[in-house]
């Protein structure tokens, strides 16, 4: 079993929709990453959270420490946020990150 | 700022050949990485640099060999390509690795070893 497990793994989507991505993991672990990666292959980091919600712009990340759970929120979603969504961690008192599989969304117009 | 930054974007290797892949940070990071990313699979540590003259394996280190140059540069070896190092390979730094600082990433470079 991978210590990083998100689902769904597909997701499509019409726009507008509330889309929720999520990220269950099995370790202690000192930060959560959110990162999205294009279609032309960059990777950005969204979050880094280790506890409570963040917010930017249309998205929001939740994480609950005790159930070891995060989502990915994506409000009004638009087609520009076809992307895929991975979720990394941070293991307490390792030096690296582990990654989900990733989910590639695509919001249909 | 340029960011993290990766030569070549793109290389076609023959089995036994060798190659370097470069890596060139501007923004004063401690922490260098080096991903690897296949199809169906999640981003994979190969080597990374906590700091300046330190390296240590990462979760697939084999076949590979790297070098910290200095503080910004940060290079990826394979020193006689195989078919199953065909792959897009992410290079990424962060200020302080302990602290769980926010990694940036390079572009990538897609590598097919024939």
């Known amino acids: 079993k991978n210590e990083v497990e998100q689902s769904p793994q597909n997701l499509t989507a019409q726009e507008g929709e509330f889309i929720t991505i999520n990220c269950s993991y099995s370790?202690?672990?000192?930060?959560l990453h959110w990162l999205q990666q294009h279609p032309g292959g960059g990777i950005v980091s969204l979050f880094m959270?280790?506890?409570g919600k963040k917010k930017h712009g249309r998205l929001i990340a939740t994480i609950n420490i005790q159930e070891k759970h995060s989502s990915l929120h994506i409000t009004a979603s638009h087609p520009r946020d076809s992307a895929v969504y991975i979720c990394?961690?941070?293991?307490?008192?390792?030096?690296?990150?582990?990654f989900g599989q990733g989910t590639r969304l695509t919001i249909n117009p | 700022n340029a960011g993290v930054t990766q030569t070549p974007k793109f290389q076609v290797l023959k089995t036994g050949q060798s190659m370097t892949l470069q890596c060139a940070q501007d923004?004063?990071?401690?922490?260098m990485y080096w991903y690897r990313q296949d199809p169906g699979m999640g981003l994979r540590l190969i080597y990374y640099?906590?700091?300046?003259?330190?390296?240590d394996k990462g979760e697939v280190p084999n076949g590979y060999n790297v070098s910290r140059l200095n503080k910004r540069e940060f290079s990826l070896r394979l020193e006689s390509a195989a078919p199953s190092q065909t792959s897009v390979y992410f290079c990424?730094?962060?200020?302080?690795?302990?602290?769980?600082?926010?990694?940036?990433f390079g572009p990538g470079t897609r590598l097919t070893v024939t």
């Open positions: 990424a730094s962060t200020f302080n690795r302990l602290l769980g600082y926010e990694q940036y």
């Open positions: 370790v202690g672990i000192s930060a």
């Open positions: 959270l280790s506890s």
């Open positions: 990394a961690v941070r293991i307490q008192g390792a030096q690296k990150l582990v």
């Open positions: 923004m004063n990071h401690n922490s």
């Open positions: 640099s906590a700091s300046e003259g330190t390296t």
